[in-house]
């Protein structure tokens, strides 16, 4: 029995030819963090302390925000004062977290509520990261 080699059904299985190229391949103009994001996402807006429902301030200068968050579930308030631990930088000292009424708010598992907060520094804020 002899196999002839012109036969399609006789020739190993080959590759794709090497002039195509692979799927994902075929959008080249697009990249992948592109082509993740919808057509129609938002642009960021210039003051972006207009969408947080939680906001920062130094007791000491409560005209100037600081930062904030926009809260979402789960946030408690020992959450929120390891948050400002990471985003103010101390000297000398801790800091209490007072509410927009100046009542102190504790360090624990109570879900923290929307409003304006003002860090109470025992010593001074030489530097806050915004």
Known sequence: ????????????????????????ASTPSTSPS???KPLDAPTVPANRSLDRDVLIYDANDPDEVLGGLVLTNGVTNANFYSM????????????SLLDGGGTKIKRNDDPLQPGSYF???????????S
């Open 34 to 36: 592109e082509a993740s």
């Open 84 to 95: 400002v631990e990471i985003m103010i930088i101390l000297v000398g000292g801790g800091f």
């Open 1 to 24: 029995m002899a196999f002839s080699t012109s036969s399609p059904s006789a020739s190993p299985p080959s590759a794709s030819p090497p002039s195509a190229s692979p799927p994902s």
């Open 119 to 129: 860090i109470d520094a025992y010593s001074r804020l030489p530097y806050a990261l």
